[in-house]
């Protein structure tokens, strides 16, 4: 039952830094990005260069909605679309550097410098094994 608690705990404590973060750089951000708008962006980040298809299946909204969301996105110049290198009738959504601007400067988490500084070699290696796996279980 520990166990449980520990990863529940855990797992709430990251969305809660992935929340404040995410409402810090909306109010940073110039732009005034809607959240809505601002969470888009960062699925389709986080997608690495998803096609408006791939964006809308994973967000499960329908094509219309998606498009609307990324012509947002366009007129404020946060992403653009470019024609797919493997299927030329497609277009990936990708990130400007207007974006890149905005979002690198909260990217580094000072989390894993600490991990490194209070484990040791042997400590790194079994939570990195840790998070390998919650990955792969996150994936499926």
């Keep these: 039952m520990r166990f449980k608690k520990t990863i529940n705990k855990f797992y709430r404590k990251v969305k809660l830094a992935i929340y404040k973060n995410m409402f810090n750089r909306m109010v940073e951000n110039d732009e005034s990005l809607s959240s809505s708008e601002y969470f888009c962006l960062e699925c389709i980040y986080l997608m690495d260069n ?6 809308a299946n994973f967000l499960d909204i329908s094509a219309p909605n998606a498009t ?3 012509k947002q996105l366009i007129k404020k110049g946060f992403i653009t679309k470019e024609r797919s290198q493997k299927d030329r009738r ?3 959504l990708v990130p400007t550097q207007k974006f ?3 979002y690198e400067n909260k ?3 000072v989390l894993v410098n ?3 500084k209070d484990m040791d070699k ?4 079994k939570v990195d094994k840790i998070m390998r796996i919650l ?3 996150i994936e499926k």
């Design 114 to 116: 600490d991990l490194k």
């Design 135 to 137: 990955t792969e279980q």
């Design 122 to 125: 042997k400590e790194c290696r």
């Design 90 to 92: 497609e277009f990936i």
């Design 68 to 70: 609307y969301k990324v």
């Design 50 to 55: 998803p096609t408006i298809t791939q964006f």
């Design 100 to 102: 890149f601007d905005c």
């Design 107 to 109: 990217e580094d988490y």
